[in-house]
């Protein structure tokens, strides 16, 4: 069952340039869409979501872009920071039952100093 | 800042034991959630709690799992009898309405049958 896939398990970029990370999903009846960061020892953190009405939401240098026709959104961070290597999970929520979230497998991304 | 508090961080138990995981959820918080994540695997939910009910829950939440709020701030999770196959780090998470997604998250409770 893989309703939320991240096709790359790894993401490398220098400081101060764009991080793409992406998601595709399966179940066109997800609703609501989700990122979280990961630090390792640490639980999932919430980072930024999206409704399926809207096509982008921005929240400072994290932009989540959504093509419903292409059942994929993406995450970019720019410009991107040290601070920001992490492993990103995309996640998704049906709108049926509300509060279960369908996680992808995470990127795991580096940012270069 | 508020946080979701879980205990301990590391379980280590035989298998066939029973073994609780404990959870502070953040406290105006009404949505509760266990997740887990096998070592390597994506995050996987198991179950969802409102209303000192389940409100949701997964195939993996079979009948070997059991959630409680015993005291109204506590909220755990009960295996009853551990696989190997139960090893994971197992997340608890609450929100503070219903609708809102945005769960946050404790650090994790690592699970370790032997």
């Known amino acids: 069952d893989q309703q939320v896939k991240q096709n790359s398990p790894s993401l490398s970029v220098q400081e101060g340039r764009i991080s793409i990370l992406n998601c595709d999903y399966t179940n066109s009846m997800f609703d609501y869409f989700l990122w979280y960061k990961k630090y390792p020892a640490e639980g999932p953190t919430f980072l930024i979501s999206i409704s399926s009405i809207k096509d982008k939401n921005e929240d400072g240098r994290f932009t989540v872009f959504l093509n419903k026709s292409a059942k994929h959104l993406s995450l970019h961070i720019v410009p991107s920071q040290p601070g920001d290597s992490a492993v990103y999970f995309c996640?998704?929520?049906?709108?049926?039952?509300?509060?279960?979230?369908?996680f992808g497998t995470g990127t795991k991304l580096q940012v270069i100093p | 800042e508020p946080e979701v508090t879980q205990t301990p961080s590391h379980q280590v138990t035989q298998m066939g034991q029973e073994v609780i995981l404990r959870c502070v959820p953040i406290s105006n918080h009404l949505y509760f959630y266990w997740y887990r994540q096998i070592l390597g695997q994506k995050v996987e939910f198991l179950v969802s709690f409102y209303n000192n009910e389940i409100s949701e829950k997964s195939e993996i939440f079979d009948d070997q799992f059991s959630v409680e709020r015993p005291d109204g701030s506590n909220f755990t999770l009960k295996i009853r009898s551990t696989k190997l196959e139960d090893s994971a780090m197992y997340f608890c998470?609450?929100?503070?309405?219903?609708?809102?997604?945005?769960?946050?998250f404790g650090q994790g409770t690592r699970l370790t049958v032997v």
């Open positions: 998470a609450s929100s503070e309405r219903v609708g809102v997604t945005e769960a946050f």
């Open positions: 996640a998704a929520r049906g709108s049926g039952g509300y509060q279960k979230v369908t």
